[in-house]
């Protein structure tokens, strides 16, 4: 079993839909998360970031954390084509961490 | 936000031969930089951990005498992939951490990624 699963996609949404993507781990060491958008052929970008559970809200982004599930989401309100990316999930035991465990990311497309 | 430049973006090479990519944190110190290969549609694979004026920590299952490290300044990194083989075509990613502690979020700053296609 990966420490960290989610689906790959694709996952096609119309311009405006609100966009859930989601990521479970199993490692309860885990205290922070955080989403990244990649773009084709780009480095990641941090997107998110929240320390253990709860959420928190940035934009049209919210993300989300319950530890209790092992299960953290990223919600895209009023998506947009600009969105189209792909969104990895990553965790780590530490805020100094070295070593983040990535997802293996969602494919999203936005189409207008 | 901080800025990480890796050069080349793209490198075709010939199976034998060895290439350099160049990893540069251009606006801030960074005494650790880290290692990623990204093969298509799967997740991003931490290689190893550069630390400025020491060996690299490599992770596990990676070959260290293959992959090459170098650290040698607070703003440069540098990794070799020695007598590469078509296996070794993927999708090199660094990131780095600023000194001063500026990712106290735990944001690692990440390069625009090295595309290698060994022939």
């Not at chain 1, 996609?9 to 989403?35: H, R």
């Not at chain 2, 930089?33 to 799967?42: A, G, N």
């Not at chain 2, 992939?81 to 001063?100: G, K, L, N, Q």
Request: charged share 20%; net charge neutral; with cysteine.
């Amino acid at each position: 079993q990966k420490e960290v699963e989610q689906d790959p996609g694709p996952l096609s949404v119309p311009e405006g839909a609100i966009v859930s993507l989601n990521c479970t781990y199993s490692n309860s060491a885990f205290q922070y998360f955080m989403w990244y958008r990649q773009y084709s052929r780009k480095g990641p970008e941090l997107l998110m970031y929240t320390y253990s559970s709860g959420n928190k809200e940035d934009g049209r982004f919210t993300a989300q954390v319950d530890k209790s599930s092992k299960y953290i989401s990223l919600f895209i309100r009023d998506s947009q084509p600009s969105d189209s990316a792909t969104y990895l999930c990553a965790m780590g035991r530490s805020y100094n961490t070295d070593k983040l465990i990535f997802g293996t990311g969602t494919r999203l497309q936005v189409f207008p | 936000g901080a800025v990480v430049s890796q050069h080349p973006s793209w490198v075709i090479c010939k199976s034998g031969t060895s290439v350099k990519i160049e990893c540069r944190s251009l606006d801030f110190q960074a005494t650790t930089m880290f290692w990623y290969r990204q093969f298509p549609k799967q997740s991003l694979m931490l290689m190893a951990t550069s630390n400025e004026g020491s060996k690299a920590t490599y992770e596990q299952g990676v070959e260290k005498d293959k992959f090459l490290i170098n650290h040698a300044s607070l703003t440069l990194s540098t990794l070799t992939v020695t007598s590469a083989h078509p296996e070794d075509s993927s999708f090199y990613i660094c990131s780095a951490r600023d000194r001063s502690g500026r990712a106290s979020t735990g944001e690692l700053f990440f390069g625009e990624g090295s595309r290698l296609t060994v022939l």
